[in-house]
């Protein structure tokens, strides 16, 4: 159960007030790209060619051999015999293999060769994959030092605690800035005016005196660079009556009691006095699962806060209840103006207090209402008028709206929707 005062927050200011900008990650500095290296050139094999080596020598020894057996064979009885082993050796030692070192060097080197193009044809490739690879580093290193001179100064920034709620406040300010721009503007409703509540007049004086007749300091100047100053002239808060919002077309649009507006961040604030009951016939109004929360809606959609008051509360305690709009708006949407008087009451504020009326049910509206409730804290000349009370039931048609001040809990809604209308339509039963 919920208790008064009650205080609606578009979904959007409440993301802003919570809004810390996300710290960059430490950039990660480039790899270089490792220079392929050049293949060294084969080692070529020479072989020195002499009189030894050529095989030459071989030959004439076994020439030598050949001859010797042919002259010794003719010396004896086996001449053909020796003969034909002779020229054996001379036929071998004419046409036997020489040079055999420097054909197996040639081949080697043959071979070595072929390898060292291959690998050439190689290294050029890579050599041509470095280059491009060396000009993607270029522009990656010039990125990492441009990010490093960032995180550098965010780092410096979040270690120094002024600097980093001084940035934080002002990327909030500025968010908040376009979020209120984008906010709908009260208009005077010109049509036909329904008769107020009796204790409208009252705390109507009360929030003028509070907040439209306070005087504002004028802003005096920050001590930090290209810190915006807000102008005399837009320093100003008014309450207003019979203001609605310009594009509801109907013959009854939503119109709040009050509407509260701040000049120098153009915010609009609805301020709602809840009755228990109708004075004149005891109905129960304003109770848990009215159409109540039809009309927020449709305030949140358009960038308004609601604050709701018990009437008990704006009767017995006045000023509180204007101490708690502007604690509202300074936590929430703080502005030069409700800075101003958090300032002059700085003394005192944390001091002040307001009492919790639970928001009653219909039955427990209807129990106050045979109780006569209201007339245990309403004045007697207000008592009086209670008989004097209208009430015209509201008639809702539920069309919302999706702006960017209800997007996250439209779209929830709606999702909501659409899964109890998929399993009524999967029910197949025939009861």
Known sequence: MMNYPIVKIPQ??????NFVPIQPSKPTEPLKPIQPIEPEPPKILVVKETFVSSGYLGSIFFWIIGMGIILIGNLGSSRPVATGIGLLFILFAIF?????????????????QNIYSKYIEKHAKEHHNFKAKMMQYSVELQKYISDKKIYDLSLKESKDEDDYEWSIRKLRQSILAEALSQSATPVLFKGKQHKKGITEDSFFDALANFFSEHDYDLPLPIHKKNASLVSPEKIEVNILRHHIISDRDTER??????VLSIASNKQSVVIEIDEPYVGSDGTPIHHINSKDDYRDKYFLANGWIVIRFAEEQVVKHPFECCWFIANTLLQNTPSFEMGSIHYKMMSYWDEIDLI??????EKEGSRMAFARYRNTYLPSHLAAKIKEEEYNPLKVINVEIRTAFNSEEFDKRKEIQRLIDEEEGNNHLPF
């Open 96 to 112: 036997r293999p020489r040079n055999k070192n420097y054909k197996i060097a040639q081949k080697t080197n043959l071979k070595q």
């Open 12 to 17: 959007r200011f409440i993301q802003i007030k």
């Open 253 to 258: 649009p939503f119109m709040p009691d009050f």
């Open 356 to 361: 919790r009326v639970p928001q009653w049910t």
